[in-house]
């Protein structure tokens, strides 16, 4: 991977394809590696850019006190640095929430919102004893070697069968999890709020949600749909948190389509469906 500068701290990233940016956000517990197949499918028609946030797998790690704002001006120096104009935001879990967050930070920066799996931040989208136990179950996990709970999250990523590659993969990513990384990162999502960002929402946005998501259950889904005015909501039948990697066939067409329909349109918000 290259890296880049941004405000002190190194960022790993790679670029490959060639056409409009497409930048894409991977999840907490992971890195640039869970684009690993859509680094492939989309570069036939975009520059796909896939970085590790700060504290995640080749980059610096951040400051304890690092918020969600921190992540989202440092991913929009990132942007910046590479010369990316108007890219799509594909984010996928905690990145979805930091996809909305850079979108209030920097409204004119996105052309479109991609949110997988995502959350207006925890305490945005979920009960308070959900945040709170969430937050003190990673805490703990992060003070401890990763061999001793990779495993208690698969169930929670997948709602059906994967190969055993996919799986190997995902536990190679968790394994390679820090606390300084981890413990800023679910600190500073687990706190942020953003369902008064959503109404501001003006760029086409895609929706993409598991109907057997348990992390993201189809409440915050819809939260966030009825929230935002220029979403679309699809839901995958039968799959879990991480589509991209349990369904990556039909996850790759959603996006595919999303994609090619916002550039065909005339710039402007998009209508509901």
Known sequence: MEQL??????????????????????????????????????????????????GCGGSSDPPGTFGLSDYADCLAGLVTGLGLVRPHVLGLSFGGGLAIALSDRYPDLPRSLVLASAYAGWAGSLPPEEVDRRLSMATADAERPPEEW????????????????????????????????????????????????LPGISVPTLLLYGDADVRAPLPV????????????????????????LEAPERFDEQVRRFLLEVEAAPSGPRARS
């Open 5 to 54: 500068d941004v405000g002190g701290l190194r960022i790993a990233f790679e670029m490959t394809g060639a056409g409009p940016p497409l930048v894409l956000l991977h999840g907490g517990l992971g890195d640039h590696r869970v684009w690993r197949r859509q680094l492939d499918t989309f570069a036939d028609a975009w520059t796909v850019v896939v970085w590790d946030a700060p």
């Open 150 to 197: 990779v495993e208690h999250y698969l169930p929670t990523f997948f709602a059906s069968e994967v190969d055993q590659e996919v799986i190997d993969d995902t536990v190679a990513m968790m394994l390679d999890t820090r606390p300084a990384g981890m413990l800023p990162m679910l600190r500073a999502f687990a706190e942020a709020d953003l369902r008064s960002v």
């Open 221 to 244: 889904a819809e939260g966030l749909h009825a929230a935002i005015p220029t979403s679309q909501l699809v839901l995958l039948p039968g799959v879990g948190h991480v589509h991209n």
